[in-house]
């Protein structure tokens, strides 16, 4: 065949009925991907059997990852669990980011949306399609959604990038789905989790006898 594959296969597991999905929350530092995170843990409580885990440096940065799991109901029969984790956005983790990546079924990429960030969100972006490709997988085959977030910044005198400049600079190829979020007030978070299941559930689907 050649060439790379497309998404890894999500864990089945055909004799207890169980599928487990694990979407990474991808991204330059401090962009807002812990905070996704944090939003969806207090929205979904209920569902959520886990506490949330989160390894941190001295100055409270993600070090290794955090980690969510929780159930979404059944599809054909099988129970499906999510397994949400962010990687460290500092440069120097770039082999912790490549291991959380490992068995990845789909990604949010989560864009700063301070025009000072704007190089990081390219340098971050080139390099998740990097690691991707050491699993010899495709980005352009992976279920990714687009989060253009910390757009509360508007109200202030922050200069921002606008969604027109984001979509040029990190989805003119990929056009993958993109919302514009607020991960500290909550806008968004939640269309976008749902957003990057419902795709990465589709591409696991025939999976599913």
Do not use: C
Request: net charge positive; hydrophobic share 40%.
């Amino acid at each position: 065949m050649g060439g790379l594959g497309r998404a890894n296969l999500a864990l089945i597991n055909v004799k207890t009925k169980e599928v487990q999905i694990k979407i990474v929350y991808y991204g330059p530092g401090r962009g807002g991907k812990t905070t996704n995170l944090e939003y969806i843990n207090q929205t979904y409580q209920d569902r959520i059997k886990t506490k949330m885990v989160s390894l941190k440096t001295h100055d409270d940065r993600t070090l290794f990852f955090d980690f969510l799991p929780f159930d979404v109901g059944q599809i054909k029969g099988f129970d499906i669990t999510i397994q949400l984790y962010t990687v460290p956005g500092q440069v120097k983790y770039n082999a912790t980011r490549r291991l959380v990546l490992r068995g990845v079924d789909g990604i949010v990429f989560v864009a700063d949306v301070q025009k000072e960030q704007r190089k990081k969100n390219i340098e971050s972006l080139n390099q998740l399609y990097e690691n991707i490709e050491t699993y010899n997988l495709d980005l352009f085959e992976m279920p990714i959604v687009m989060q253009y977030n910390k757009t509360d910044l508007k109200q202030t005198d922050i200069p921002i990038l606008s969604s027109q400049t984001l979509q040029k600079d990190l989805n003119s190829l990929l056009r993958a789905p993109a919302f514009e979020a607020s991960a500290l007030s909550g806008g968004n978070v939640i269309p976008t989790l749902k957003k990057v299941i419902s795709i990465t559930l589709a591409s696991i689907q025939d999976q599913l006898f």
